[in-house]
């Protein structure tokens, strides 16, 4: 039985593939991971070398649902990548929703893209106005109970960052959230 060479696409190539197949528009696609228009239109001319910069790659990995590692210009980070499990639950909404990272970031206005490449491949923390969460778990079809849980950890966790014992202060904490959450399901 011969087995089947397989030859290396160039990182360039595999972005210009991602781009043709999902007919996504080089600007977009731009706006999406944070650089110029003509950086896009010369990265897949191979007039300049494909990115080594560490976010640059995986806010492309990330828009193109692969693993960085899948080029082979990336250089896995020394320091530790923290995992939310926020985020990993509105991975898992695209997942059943059937919907492409790119068809969700579509789904914001051009100028909180970056942002939410940013919140996917956990660079950046999730919001802590609830709108905006709600405009995410909306684009999700997430119910607002869900959307209400996740703001509502966030929300402790900025106040444990900034210096607040949650759990000394829990009957405030407790009512804070209680009135919060009131307020919300209330309103949506």
Known sequence: MKTKQIIPQKSSEKVA???????LHKKDFAEMIGVTLS???NLIDETVSFS???TTIERIATVMEISPEEFNEYK???EPI???DSVEI???YLKDNKMTVVSFLKSFPRKKRLDMVDVLRGALPLPIDFKELHLIGKNLNMPIEETYDIW??????VLENSGMNVYANAMLIDKIFECAKKQILSTN
Do not use: H, S, W
Request: charged residues 35%; aromatic residues 10%.
């Open 82 to 84: 923290l995992v939310d």
């Open 17 to 23: 593939a991602f781009l043709e197949k999902n007919a």
């Open 52 to 54: 080594t910069r560490g």
């Open 152 to 157: 509502e950890k966030r929300m402790k966790q």
């Open 90 to 92: 509105i991975k898992e």
């Open 76 to 78: 896995i980070p020394q």
């Open 39 to 41: 950086y896009v239109y």
